[in-house]
């Protein structure tokens, strides 16, 4: 009788302790749990059709990321530094990997609403460059950050986040026009 009763009160401490995590978990913020940033950034995680709504006729800026990329986590961290210190109230994310790696329709229909700011694959193909930033005003994209042009060693030198701020300065003074 006793090591049922110690074995219940274990069972119970184990379950109990489970479900904290659980929640703790829950109410942690997943998209900076992916890219290993602290939980005051700018990014809002969307659904590809919000997407399309703001490359077809809306206002925002996109961010495409995949976070199982070691590129996208180290630029991930670089911009939302960056965004941190201006004023911007949102920056819409978007995983795009599914949608690209199974070449859906909504994958098609977002390389013909990025247009000219896709990029070429291995296969002469067009695709998304990722991670890569857009600034759209009412439908038309105003400015393109792509990733392509760095390495990720490059990316963890001084120069280049220091080029990725202006550059970013940039877009938004362009932006906020």
Known sequence: MKKISILLISLLLLCSCSIQKEEKV????????????????????????????????DTGI???????????IIYTD?????????DVDKIYYYNPSTIKNNNTKYYREL????????????????????????FVKDGEIIGYMSSN??????????????ALKQEIKDNLDKYNK
Do not use: C, Q, R, W
């Not at 997943?30 to 399309?52: G, M, P, Q, R, T």
């Not at 042009?149 to 280049?160: H, Q």
């Open 26 to 57: 829950a109410k942690e913020d997943k998209f900076a749990l992916e890219y290993s940033i602290d939980d005051n950034h700018k990014f809002k995680s969307s659904k590809i059709h919000d997407i399309f709504d703001i490359l077809d006729s």
């Open 62 to 72: 996109i961010y495409f990321a995949n976070s199982d990329e070691e590129k996208s």
């Open 149 to 162: 042009e760095y390495s990720v060693d490059s990316l963890m030198k001084k120069k280049t986040k220091k």
């Open 111 to 134: 390389l013909n609403l990025v247009g000219e700011y896709s990029i070429l694959d291995e296969n002469n193909n067009s695709s998304l460059d990722i991670p890569s930033l857009y």
């Open 78 to 86: 670089i911009i939302n530094n960056i965004f941190n210190k201006l």
